[in-house]
C-alpha cells in the first residue's frame, strides 16, 4: 500500500522559514505527482503547491507564489515544500499529498493519496 507521511511542521515567528518534507513509502516506480494542501482553523482546505512526475509542471496557489518552492526527489520517493517569508495566515495544517497523474493537479480530488498532516504556525 502506498503511504505518505510528513515531517518539518513547527512553531515559527513571522518572516522565518520552515522545511516540510514528504516521505512516500509501499510504492514502485509509479510516475507520482505530488503537492501540498493546507487547512487553516476554521477554513477550507486550500491548494499549495503541485509538481508532477518530470518537474516540468508545476502550480502554486496566488496567496504564497515568490514564497514556497515545491521540489521532488524520485529517487528518493520524497517531496519538499520550502516555505520562506512565512505569514500568520500561512499558519494551518499542512497535506501531503500523491497520485499517478501526468500533470500538477491543483484539485483536492485528483489526489487518491494523503498523508496525516504536519502542523505548522506562525506568530507575528
Known amino acids: 500500500q502506498v503511504q505518505l507521511v510528513e515531517s518539518g511542521g513547527g512553531l515559527v515567528q513571522a518572516g522565518d522559514s520552515l522545511r516540510l518534507s514528504c516521505v512516500v513509502s509501499g510504492r514502485t516506480s509509479s510516475p507520482y505527482a505530488m503537492g501540498w494542501f493546507r487547512q487553516a482553523p476554521g477554513k477550507e482546505r486550500e491548494f499549495v503547491a503541485a509538481i508532477n512526475w518530470s518537474g516540468d509542471s508545476i502550480n502554486y496557489a496566488d496567496p504564497v507564489k515568490g514564497r514556497f518552492t515545491i521540489s521532488k526527489d524520485n529517487a528518493k520517493n520524497a517531496a519538499t515544500l520550502q516555505m520562506n517569508g512565512l505569514k500568520p495566515e500561512d499558519t494551518a495544517v499542512y497535506f501531503c499529498?500523491?497520485?499517478?497523474?501526468?500533470?500538477?493537479?491543483?484539485?483536492?480530488?485528483?489526489?487518491?493519496?494523503w498523508g496525516q498532516g504536519t502542523q505548522v504556525t506562525v506568530s507575528s
Open positions: 499529498v500523491a497520485d499517478r497523474l501526468g500533470y500538477a493537479s491543483t484539485r483536492t480530488g485528483s489526489y487518491n493519496f
